[in-house]
Each structure stands twice: as C-alpha cells, then as structure tokens.
C-alpha cells in the first residue's frame, strides 16, 4: 500500500498575545487555528482544540508575558493537547522566552531556570522552538532538538538609520553585550563602546553603569540589549554617556518588559528615543512620546514558513542570527 501525504500547517495561539499572534497568521495568509481556552475557578488552564489536526505541523504560539508562569503553563498544555491529538510535528513558538536570564548559577544553591523550561517544552511534546533574541545564545544546548533562533538586530538597525543623524555610536550597556553591539554596528557602519556594569551581589534589577571604554565624546550613542526590564541598566548607561560627552542617546532592545519603574525612569533619563519591538504586549498605559515600537510579526511569519517549507531560516538573517 502507497499513499502521498501532504503537510498542512497550524497556527494555533495562547492567549499571551492576541494581537501579535493575529498579525503573524496574516501575514502567512493562514487562519489561526480554532481551538478552546478557558481557566478553571481555582486556576488549572483547560485546552482543547476545535478542529482535527492529526498528522499537521502544528506552530504552538505564545510569548511568554506577564503572568509569566500562566503564560508558560498554558503553552505547556496546548503543546500536550496537540501531541495527543496526533499531530505529526509541533514547534513551541516564544518570541519572548520566559526565565531566560537564569541561564546559569551566578551564586551558589541558585536554579538554571531556563533549563527547566527547556525540559518543560521537551516533555511537553516539542519537536522544535523558534524564539527571538535569547539572553545568550548558549541557551540553544538546553534543548535536543533544532532551536530557530532569530533576531530583531536587521529589523531595529534599519529603521535606527531612518531617525538617527550624525557620527553613531553603538553601546553595549555591560561585557555580555559585545557580540549585539558588533552585530548593529556591522549595519550601521559605526564604532563600538563599552560600559562596565557591576550588580550588587544578591540584588536583582539592580545596576549601576561605573566606567566607559570607548570615545562617544560630541558622538550620537545608541545603547543595545536583548532587553528593558525596570530599565535600570540602560538609564545608567545614559547618564555615563551623557557625562562623559555624548550629543545625544538612543536606546534599542527587541523585548520590552517596562515593568515596575521603568516607564518613569526612560521619561526622566537624558535619552532622545526608545526603540522596542513588540514581541511582548505594551499596553497604553506603558506608552510615552519617545517609544517607538517595531513589528515582529513579519520576521515571525517569514521564519515559521520557512520552517514548515523546510527552507534555511539562518539566510533570512545573514547568519545574524547564530
């Protein structure tokens, strides 16, 4: 007996993200899978998928924003749900991917927390992830299978050179940051600095920027990072930059957390604009005047074609994104 399969794709969606998640499914010119999301009175998130998706190739999408953990879990469950459904391949899809800062033990009788997601997603049933802009690329060994890991860099340095004017600057906010800041600076055809951050011991979201290597003296800087949590990092920055000479700051970062204080602290820092992209949902309430936002759904969309047409996705970002 012989017979010819055809794979059929499935975009299906958490609810971390609905507005994102739409643009993506039109841009790839797919209807978002149907399927049923509800929350049970103590908490426990029910799933069930509203059409049959045995033997598809099945894109399971949620980023993973606050609630966090919520966020997390009911990706979990969908991802249960379609292995048991039969589908033939599933791809975990997390534009934000959830604890990646815990990559490693900074002190002792610490979790590596992005390493107990990636055996979350694997038990699950994940044959494969496509995320946007780990914390550190090193993240990618967590997992047994293919890891698609795309970047933003192409998308926030092309339109930094459409508001940007005079000598540029790139900034890496701390030593992590080197191989981001090369990457905008490549593209942008601009000299590279350093800043030394240093985090009190036993502290989070706390940082203090303390010395500056590099000549931003009358120059135009543009600070990058993976990521605006309470901002702490990068108004530090700005101040040191702003001290030591610099006309004026930009900052660019594909995830933008804002959580806490950090809308009162970018209003209130000497920085000319905040570039993000929308991987996470902003609110209005987390607006202001110098906040841009840049769409990733059709670098999202571009990727998850690529994936089920079997195509390279590494040419879609000239190798930028390894």
Request: proline letters at 4%.
């Amino acid at each position: 007996m012989e017979t010819v399969t055809k794979k059929k794709l499935f975009l299906v969606a958490g609810r971390g993200h609905g507005e994102l998640s739409s643009e993506v499914a039109t841009h790839l010119q797919v209807p978002l899978t149907s399927i049923a999301l509800s929350t049970f009175a103590n908490g426990e998130i029910y799933c069930r998928y509203g059409e049959n998706i045995r033997g598809g190739d099945v894109f399971v999408f949620q980023t993973h924003a606050n609630p966090i953990n919520e966020a997390l879990m009911e990706q979990l469950v969908m991802i249960d749900a379609a292995k048991r459904a039969s589908a033939k391949r599933i791809t975990a899809v997390c534009p934000f991917y959830g604890y990646a800062r815990q990559d490693r033990k900074a002190e002792g009788r610490e979790p590596i927390t992005a390493r107990l997601v990636a055996d979350m997603l694997t038990v699950a049933g994940a044959d494969r992830v496509v995320t946007v802009d780990l914390h550190t690329g090193q993240i990618q060994g967590f997992f047994n299978y293919p890891v698609d890991h795309l970047t933003a860099v192409p998308l926030l340095a092309q339109h930094l050179a459409t508001v940007v004017e005079g000598e540029a600057v790139i900034v890496a906010p701390d030593a992590g940051g080197g191989k981001l800041a090369y990457r905008f600076a490549r593209r942008l055809d601009a000299d590279i600095a350093f800043i030394d951050k240093r985090r009190p011991k036993g502290t989070h979201n706390v940082a203090v920027a303390t010395e500056l290597i590099g000549n931003v003296e009358g120059r135009t800087c543009i600070l990058v990072d993976d990521m605006i949590d309470t901002a702490g990092t990068v108004v530090s920055a700005a101040e040191l930059l702003i001290d030591r000479g610099a006309s004026e700051v930009f900052v660019a970062a594909t995830h933008g957390l804002l959580s806490g204080p950090a809308i009162d602290r970018l209003k209130n820092a000497p920085i000319q604009g905040v570039l993000v992209t929308n991987t996470l949902p902003i609110s209005d309430e987390k607006r202001f005047d110098n906040l841009h936002v840049v769409s990733i759904a059709p670098l999202l969309a571009d990727a998850i074609s690529a994936v089920f047409e079997d195509r390279s996705v590494s040419e879609l970002f000239d190798g930028d994104n390894a």
